[in-house]
């Protein structure tokens, strides 16, 4: 089952944006956020040749503060002429128990916003896959992704558009030097298994505290990621932790640490599929 609204997208001119900002803060702290985030998003589309102007983006809102941040930061965009794309908001609504069905329609038919909420009872199979007390979060995902590569297709749109910021990637990083014994992050751009459809990842410069503050300065509606009971696995949060620790201990570390992940010194590695490490016997120089 689902649900598609097609209105024209406000603004207003006089709150210096899109309608989403109409209730937005005023003070300079917040503009001053706003324009970092601005900044990184913009970034990220550029440094990663992200944007082809005429093409359609299915932007999916999850109901967390990063989608929500996500959705306002593109919106501003395209409210600035800065964003030549169509953008068509998706929320899958999975069938958890307690899950607000009210809360995302209402938001976005209010500002105008053109959506498509999707019903699609992934929990169900969650739930008589794995046994009472498991972790739900990695299958639901895949399930859920799955359901949006199909809403894309549907939907006649080049992108899924995904709300992952840089400590998300930073996290995946660790996890799989730490127990996948590779180098990988979650990249910002990617193609699908398929190679159909890519992958987005705007916020891959955006900090998740200055999401938050975001968030929470503009109000949004959030739905909680835990109305299954369950969370997230142990290993990331330990890594959250790892990386807050450090940020507290040294701040801007993180940021650093991001750049870090595109700028890499094959040479330096040892890795022998990146670098022709037995290559260097011939063009060494003769004593």
Known sequence: MSEVMDAPVADDAETGGHAIYAHAPRSGEFNKLRKRLIRNTR???????????????????????DSYSMLALLLDLKWRGML???????????????????????????????????????????????????????LCSRLR??????????????????????????ETFFMNMFHGGRLAAMPARLLNDEGDLEVLRPLIYCGEEDLQRFSDAMAFPIIPCDLCGSQDGLERNAMKAML????????GRKDVMIRALGNI????????KLFDFAGLFDKRTAP
């Open 43 to 65: 970034e990220a589309l550029d440094k990663f040749a992200m944007v082809r102007p005429g093409e359609k983006w299915l932007v999916a809102l999850s109901g967390g503060k």
């Open 84 to 138: 030549q794309v169509e953008l068509l908001v998706c929320n899958l609504d999975q069938g958890q128990p307690n899950f607000p069905k009210h809360i995302l329609p209402e938001f976005l038919t209010g500002l105008g916003i053109e959506h498509r909420i999707e019903y699609r009872d992934t929990y169900s199979i969650v739930t008589q896959k794995l046994p009472t007390g498991a972790t739900y979060c990695s």
């Open 145 to 170: 992704r799955g359901n949006l590569y199909r809403i894309a297709r549907e939907e006649g749109c080049t992108a899924l558009v995904l709300g992952h910021h840089r400590d998300d990637s930073l």
């Open 244 to 251: 807050n620790d450090i940020e507290k201990r040294m701040p």
């Open 265 to 272: 010194n094959a040479s330096h590695m040892l890795d022998t």
